[in-house]
């Protein structure tokens, strides 16, 4: 949970930002009154072509995260180190360069 949240911050910050001001300010309704917030940022996460990458490339140590979690309900710091694995996985995703137009086509020599 943590891993994901630390992810999502990173590259969906204003939904996250937007969530969080509607929830502080509606604290009797913020379920039903924010929820349209919440979906931004579901929608974020899951457009996000970095965030994309992340998931294909680190699913094993996420899975494994996952699965020390299931284990390890009560003692979920017992998985820091499930966490720190996914963590540093992300962090070597780079975005895949996509070539300009000018790289792609690039000019005559004169």
Known sequence: MQAALEI???YCSRELEQYGQCVA?????????CHHLKMSIAQCTSAHPII??????????FKAFEECLRQNEAAMGNCAEHV??????????QPTHRPSTLEAHPLPAS
Not at 84 to 93: H, N, T, Y
């Open 8 to 10: 999502t911050a990173r």
């Open 25 to 33: 300010a509606k604290p009797e309704s913020w379920q039903r009154d």
């Open 52 to 61: 994309r990458q992340i998931r294909q490339a680190c699913s094993e140590p």
């Open 84 to 93: 720190r694995r996914f963590l540093q996985c992300a962090e070597q995703v």
